[in-house]
């Protein structure tokens, strides 16, 4: 349900989060609250926003149990570094605290460290590489997991919950500055359950379809997956041209905004974390292993995207 001044922008075949008096937002009201029996029933709540940043602009989340307990609550400014009241709480509980110094003293705040995981533009929010959101939540167990990432920027937080169910997702902003708007898409409240996965002969390393008008629904149950399989890239492109690309998260079948475009091309997004530094220093280098259920990466051109901790770092491919 869209309240306040928040509306369908056709233009761009997603959610405007446009502002007049009050907050305007989305609120999502499950009217049967989803449960879980055991730690196999994985809620996923995820969606994808453009981010328009502003002075004074603030953006909010929540997620809530059917009697108001909270589960995930995300609040804070893409425009100022400095802003403190920023917050990230799971099950009402803060789990990202200003970084200080020996003295006591901020040197990052909350809200930076916020911003260090999103894309934004001091414009349109369209503008902006996709920041996606992705709440993973175990009832059983009493936890849950947010991720916020846009591209190779990315942080994960934990925290317990009390809630036993789900039953409201609300977000909103409290203004907009000469149109810097921010837009929402992809809203997906899912649910692990027993299913068989396809067979790996069956498994495909990319997906091709051409657009079916403005919006164009693609299975994507096919795609190979795995341990390093984190997301989904998704391009669409006009005669062989570049009309859009983007990330978001893993799902058995997507939505794409088609407008302008002919073909859509979905490939699966790789992540490796943790490997030695070393290891980019030897002469054997560094081998990425089990990528997939397939075992091996697709025989075509990759994007690396690497973050740099070491001197050094040289790639062969």
Request: proline share 2%; charged share 20%.
């Amino acid at each position: 349900m869209l309240y306040g001044a928040a509306e369908y922008a056709e233009d761009t075949a997603n959610i405007r989060l446009n502002h007049k008096n009050g907050a305007s937002g989305v609120k999502t009201e499950l009217s049967v609250p989803v449960t879980a029996e055991t730690s196999e029933n994985i809620i996923t709540v995820e969606f994808d926003l453009n981010i328009g940043s502003g002075s004074g602009l603030y953006y909010t989340y929540r997620i809530e149990g059917s009697g108001g307990e909270p589960v995930a609550e995300l609040h804070f400014t893409p425009y100022s570094s400095s802003d403190t009241t920023a917050y990230l709480r799971i099950g009402g509980n803060d789990v990202v605290f200003d970084e200080t110094d020996g003295n006591g003293d901020i040197i990052t705040t909350v809200n930076q460290q916020i911003k260090n995981c999103i894309s934004s533009e001091t414009s349109d929010g369209m503008n902006a590489a996709v920041t996606h959101i992705k709440n993973v939540i175990d009832l059983a167990e009493g936890s849950a997991e947010v991720t916020i990432s846009s591209g190779t920027k990315s942080g994960t937080f934990t925290g317990e919950i009390s809630a036993q169910d789900i039953a409201l997702l609300d977000m909103n902003v409290n203004k907009v500055n000469h149109s810097r708007y921010i837009y929402l898409d992809n809203i997906r409240i899912s649910q692990l359950r027993n299913v068989e996965l396809p067979p790996v002969e069956e498994l495909v390393h990319r997906i091709t379809a051409e657009a079916d008008g403005e919006l164009t629904q693609i299975d994507t149950s096919r795609l190979v997956y795995g341990e390093h399989v984190s997301m989904m890239s998704i391009t669409t492109s006009s005669e062989g041209r570049l009309v859009k690309s983007y990330t978001t998260g893993l799902a058995d079948s997507v939505t794409v905004d088609t407008s302008g475009a002919d073909t859509v091309e979905i490939v699966p997004v790789y992540e490796y974390t943790d490997i030695e530094d070393t290891a980019f220093n030897t002469a054997e280098g560094a081998e990425l292993e089990a990528p997939n259920a397939l075992g091996v990466f697709e025989d075509e051109d990759m994007t690396f995207h690497c973050k740099r901790q070491t001197e050094s770092l040289q790639i062969y491919t």
